[in-house]
């Protein structure tokens, strides 16, 4: 058998449709399959590699520390370098009252934490999240997970959650001083890019410092320049309780954060002792790769064209199949008639060499979320073969 029927076979799948491409190499922008064919990646990894596939700086700091330690013991016991080096950095370039840095093996599991740790200040049950939100799927985070067509099959789910609208006035008058915390992505992913107004993520604020919930928000997609700015809640004149990372956070290895203010994730550490425990999250090996990427984000700056690769996009994305263009910064939503039509185009883009797919609460929609090292004549290119394919499928 070869590795793809091996795939098949002993490999558990989440589709019984897999793309099944056998990579063999992937740097910077590209990825190499086993024939020697070469894909532009338009997804990243799904917003995982901001600075492309195999950073030098990255890889080198992987191998660095793996020659120092690997895992030592659970988390939060010892003083690991890679760990205190990573969160200092990252706080560095937060607001002051999120100083305190809690890593865990993924997005889910810091959506996860935030949930305790929103119980545990606050001493309440309830939480609010919003519908065509996306948070993983862990069963707590699950449970706050905005369609009811994901949820359905793993039910029952935990109790107390509630569903609002997004970018509704009316839905925030659903917090109550029963809330724990309101978790919302700072732009919706999955949704298809739905970027909130900033007089509602203002009132959602207002509302959460009212009532004494905190506010949570995600930016495991959108977080390390996706969307303009290091963080997206910055263009927004807010700032969250609580700050959920991952994807991104690890330059291409797991890692996931919350990160608050040292008094409120203090409440972990007693009634219970261990409030919140991981054997491998903030692995060292993570921590040095995160912490590598994040500083070449930095030092190579790449925000600055960010927004204009974004336009750029938008501009080039022009066809009688494409009824709308969403977008904030390098997360682009494409948006065509139905589902059928996109995964043809997605097929054919693939066929083609370029590597794409859709969202999950917007399935009309092509999902665009390269490594912010794309350049223009790539973002030319992809486009001329995006809009060749809406031809194509067009006229099929």
């Known amino acids: ?22 990579i063999v190499k992937a740097e910077g922008m590209y990825m190499w399959d086993v024939n020697g064919k070469r894909y532009l990646d338009l997804i990243a990894g799904i917003s995982v590699c901001n600075v492309g596939h195999c950073h030098p700086a990255v890889v080198k700091a992987i191998q660095e520390q793996a020659q120092q330690y690997m895992h030592l013991l659970v988390y939060g016991e010892f003083v690991q370098s890679p760990q205190v080096a990573f969160a200092t950095l ?6 002051k009252q999120l100083d305190c840095v809690y890593f865990t093996n993924s997005g889910a599991e810091a959506v996860e934490g935030a949930m305790k740790l929103a119980k545990r200040f606050t001493g309440r049950s309830e939480i609010a999240a919003f519908n065509r939100s996306y948070h993983g799927s862990t069963q707590g985070a699950l449970s706050i997970l905005g369609d009811e067509y994901w949820r359905n099959a793993y039910r029952p789910l935990l109790p107390g959650i509630q569903h609002l609208e997004y970018n509704n006035f009316e839905s925030l008058e659903l917090i109550t001083d029963k809330t724990a915390a309101v978790i919302a992505e700072s732009v919706q992913a999955e949704g298809g890019v739905n970027v909130p107004q900033r007089e509602w993520l203002h009132a959602l604020r207002d509302k959460c410092t009212a009532t004494g919930a905190l506010l949570i928000l995600d930016e495991i997609q959108c977080g390390f320049g996706r969307n303009g700015t290091l963080w997206a809640f910055e263009q927004f004149g807010i700032v969250p309780d609580v700050l959920l990372l991952g994807k991104a956070l690890g330059g291409g290895m797991p890692l996931g954060a919350f990160i608050s203010s040292h008094d409120i994730m203090w409440t972990l550490t007693n009634n219970p002792v261990l409030g919140h425990i991981t054997t491998f999250g903030g692995h060292p090996v993570n921590c040095a790769a995160g912490r590598a990427g994040f500083q070449a984000l930095l030092d190579q700056d790449l925000l600055k064209d960010v927004n204009a690769k974004g336009q750029l996009f938008v501009a080039q994305l022009k066809h009688p199949a494409i009824k709308s263009v969403r977008q904030l910064g390098l997360m682009i939503a494409v948006e065509f008639e139905n589902f059928p039509l996109n995964k043809k185009i997605i097929d054919y883009c693939i066929d083609k060499g370029i590597v794409t797919d859709w969202f999950l609460f917007a399935a009309e929609c092509m999902r665009i979320v390269p490594p912010l090292i794309i350049t223009e004549e790539e973002i030319k290119w992809a486009c001329s073969i995006i809009c060749e394919a809406a031809e194509a499928a067009t006229r099929a």
Do not use: G, I, K, Y
Request: glycine residues 0%; charged residues 10%; without cysteine.
């Open 90 to 95: 990252l706080t560095q370039h937060l607001p």
């Open 1 to 22: 058998m070869n590795n793809r029927q091996l795939f098949l076979q002993h490999v558990a799948q989440t589709s019984d449709a897999p793309l099944a491409l056998e």
